[in-house]
């Protein structure tokens, strides 16, 4: 991870190219508003460094080595709530934008935005507004217009496979990188969501409905 400097919109970018970091750092650089305080290749590298420093704006790739952006981006929203991530992705899939708007993401992009699309979105992701592009929010929306009761968040799934196999709370929450509480809470949302009363029943349902194989 390379520190840079510190003053105005912070700014950490996340990816695991050095060459799209180096762009987005002369992009950011270029407009005045912004200062890139550190970059990282990883998720945990972003982690370690807001941990330790203030940033107001993570920018965030998915796919990447060691722990991914939706990871990433979750516990991020753990340690750092005052953090906002933005993500930049190459991919516009139910299986990448959901999960990265489910974990906390304040924003969506993809990496052929353009130059004024991505300041105006660090701009609002700055303020805490969000900033989607068009096919994402087409499919954020089409997600929302599903009845309640047949959809399941990805995460929710998640950690009805790990229900399923057998895993206490407690261990879930360890592999999940939540804590137990958060673990509890999701199980009552998937109870309600299946109209069951307990873990067994949850997890047949899931079976039933195809949701788990």
């Known amino acids: 991870m390379g520190e840079l400097v510190n003053d105005g919109i912070r700014v950490l970018v996340v990816d695991d190219h050095p060459v799209f970091r180096d762009g987005l750092r002369q992009l950011l650089r270029g407009s005045g508003e912004f200062t890139v305080v550190a970059e990282a290749a990883d998720g945990l590298e972003a982690l370690a460094y807001v941990q330790r420093n203030p940033v107001h704006v993570v920018l965030m790739d998915l796919h990447m080595p060691r722990m ?57 992701a700055a303020k805490g507004e969000s900033m989607l592009s068009p096919s994402v929010a087409r499919r954020v929306l089409g997600r929302l217009r599903e009845p309640v009761e047949r959809v399941l968040k990805p995460r929710e799934v998640e950690l009805l496979r790990l229900v399923a196999g057998g895993a206490t709370n407690r261990e879930a929450a360890v592999a999940l990188f939540v804590s137990e509480a958060t673990v509890k809470a999701s199980l009552l949302r ?16 899931a079976y039933r409905r195809g949701m788990l194989s």
Do not use: C
């Open 68 to 124: 991914d952006g939706v990871t990433a981006t979750a516990r991020l929203r753990e340690v750092a709530p005052q953090t906002r991530v933005l993500v930049l992705s190459t991919y516009d899939t139910d299986a990448d934008v959901l999960p990265a708007i489910e974990s906390g993401a304040t924003g969506y992009l993809l990496k052929d935005a353009s130059r004024a699309e991505l300041l105006a979105a660090v701009r609002a």
């Open 190 to 205: 998937v109870y309600e969501r299946l109209g069951v009363r307990d873990r067994a029943s949850a997890v047949a349902e």
